[in-house]
């Protein structure tokens, strides 16, 4: 009866949340203009849209969020309230960017005060000082590799759905896959902090994807974008499959955001071997590459879609292996992505 009445409760949450959502997306499209959150045509090489789209996605995820936590009293676990207060950082840094445009230090260094903000309320990478783990490091070095990796882990993230937030819901159908796939671990393995968390956020994306999928009518923004990337790498960290051995499972959050941080790798090596500077956008990504070799845009957006939800497939079911053939099915996949970024790579002007 209790897990019945638990899966009600996320049933509950995951309408109220797309429908709070999709109200809040209609309002603040209407009041985009006014404040200036617009994204205009031709204002950067690689943006292709022909009119003025607001730029109120991260706006509409905030909000939500907040609303959402006070409602059901999320704000009372630590680890939510830990993501929550960091995410919102990275929320408010976003909407000024959108406004102002940041310089990427200025972006790099909010990254990384908003990951010292989730580490100092107590979440972060645990690896190296766990037995399971494949490398063990003695004390001290095992907290400092720990705090060094967990820093890593977020700023890679949440760049990389910055990335690839170029492409009508792509970014945010990326994100609903991986909140689906983190609420999936967390249902079955009784995490209730994060089954309703991943609940809200999937609600969310599924709003925004009704508004950002082609022909867009809003954009995440760099708000939105990033602040998906940061909540989704922060849930990654606390998540706890409680299945299999960690040796097992500490790749499947890299299986779940694989093709954010393939597009990422795909670019950063890409405009570095052309001496093309690493932050300045263009249409050199993963959608732009396959479009080149013939595949319709849509189509491309459609294949990286199906693309994540195999490899999160993947990624779950490496939960129940043995570590050895787990870690080998997850260098194959490596050895794979990196056959896929010479033969998108090797023919791009």
């Known amino acids: 009866m209790e ?103 200025s972006k790099l260094l909010g990254q990384i005060f908003a990951a010292i903000v989730l580490i100092y309320l107590g979440v972060q990478v645990k690896f190296f000082e766990s037995p399971e783990f494949f490398i063990h490091l003695a004390s001290p070095w095992d907290n400092y590799f720990n705090l060094g990796f967990t820093i890593l882990w977020l700023v890679t993230v949440t760049n990389s759905f910055n990335f690839i937030d170029s492409m009508d819901g792509l970014a945010v159908g990326l994100s609903g896959l991986s909140a689906g796939f983190f609420l999936l671990i967390s249902l079955a393995t009784g995490q209730s902090e994060l089954i309703f968390l991943c609940t809200v956020i999937l609600g969310i994306c599924i709003a925004l994807y009704f508004f950002n999928s082609r022909p867009a009518s809003l954009f995440l923004g760099d708000s939105g974008a990033q602040s998906l990337g940061f909540i ?100 194959l996949i490596i050895l794979l992505g990196i056959a896929v970024y010479i033969e998108l790579d090797k023919n791009y002007l």
Not at 12 to 30: D, E, P, V
Not at 241 to 260: D, H, N, R, T, Y
Request: hydrophobic residues 55%.
């Open 232 to 331: 989704l790498a922060s849930i990654a960290i606390i998540y706890d499959p409680k299945i299999g051995e960690q040796a097992s499972s500490w790749f499947v959050p890299i299986l779940i955001f694989f093709i954010p941080l393939f597009d990422m790798a795909l670019v950063v090596f890409s405009r570095v071997k052309r001496g093309r500077k690493i932050h300045k956008a263009s249409r050199d990504h993963t959608y732009h590459r396959l479009e080149q070799l013939g595949f319709p845009i849509h189509h491309a957006v459609l294949m990286m879609h199906g693309a994540s939800l195999i490899l999160s497939i993947v990624g779950f079911l490496c939960l129940n292996l043995p570590a050895l053939f787990a870690n080998f099915i997850f260098a």
């Open 3 to 105: 897990n019945i009445a638990q899966l009600e409760f996320v049933m509950l949450l995951l309408i109220g949340s797309i429908f709070l959502a999709i109200g809040l997306s209609w309002i603040t499209i209407k009041i985009a203009p006014s404040v200036g959150l617009m994204d205009i045509p031709g204002s950067a090489e690689h943006k292709s849209h022909l009119k003025p789209i607001p730029l109120v996605g991260g706006i509409v995820l905030m909000d939500t969020l907040i609303v959402m936590i006070l409602l059901t009293g999320m704000w009372n676990d630590p680890g939510v309230w830990a993501i929550f207060v960091s995410g919102l950082i990275i929320g408010v840094l976003g909407i000024l960017d959108d406004i102002v445009h940041l310089s990427v230090s």
